[in-house]
């Protein structure tokens, strides 16, 4: 702020984002604050019930429970680690895949049609099939994350290499540039911020099919807490894992939005 360079208008208009992004914080961390306080209040003067809504103060206490007997990093650190393994995958795949479409037109028009049938599939339905495939190990669910995740990412990538300024693209198509030089010069370098939304999109993705995974086969992780609470009617143990699920999620988003802000600079 106190930068020579910097003139007294430039400075003002600094301070001003700054508290405008120090205000919406703020407005964030409220609208929460609220929320949970409201929640909270309802169950405690039973205007919901606690039981099947459960509440703030029950979930601090399920998790707590967790850590005591050492099972609440155990179950989060399977989930995560299924979700980050299936969701690099995904990502560089669909990188990949969407690289390899772009750079044979022919080859794109011929499996377009089936990335667009696969990605309208119900992958649940292909749960049974992946037990049978793959087997009832974590390797199943980090496949089923891999395979919600990955069209979307070929589909978003793809979109974003097509949609390049076509005045760009016929400028170094008339200096004679062939689709490789363009590809590395231009396309991926204009396409990153398709890139990032993809990323972001993928996270959310990759964290639907770790649990869906987890739903059809499995002995840990969050997803597993989710079924076996509903199956005992353990319903503080179901909410904890979902808000447990919701503040991981929140995270990785954080950490792509960090990276693109960085990297944008």
Known sequence: MKNANYSKEHVLYLKKRRNKSILINCARVGILAVLLTIWELFAQFNIIDPFITSSPSRILRTIG???????????????????????????????AIAVA????????????????VLNALPKIALGPLIIIW????????????????VIVCIMNT????????????????????NKRTILAKLIIPASFPTLINTLKVAVGLAWIG?????????????????????????????MT?????????????????????????
């Open 134 to 149: 793959i087997g009832t190990g974590y390797s199943a669910i980090v496949f089923m994350t891999v395979l919600v995740a």
């Open 158 to 177: 793809l979109a974003g290499f097509i949609s390049v300024d076509k005045t760009m693209l016929t400028l170094m198509q008339a200096m004679g540039a």
């Open 65 to 95: 429970d967790l850590y005591s007997n050492g099972s609440l990093f155990y179950h989060i650190g399977i989930t995560l680690a299924e979700t980050m393994i299936g969701f690099v995958i995904a990502v560089v795949l669909g990188y």
């Open 241 to 265: 894992a979902t808000i447990i699920l919701c503040a991981l999620a929140g995270g990785m988003y954080g950490i792509i939005a960090l990276i693109e802000k960085s990297v944008s600079k």
């Open 101 to 116: 479409l772009y750079l044979s037109d022919s080859v794109r028009k011929v499996f377009e049609p089936y990335i667009v």
């Open 210 to 238: 770790s649990i869906m995974g987890e739903y059809i086969v499995s002995k840990a992780g969050l997803g597993y807490l989710i079924v076996y609470g509903g199956q005992v009617f353990k319903l503080d143990l179901v």
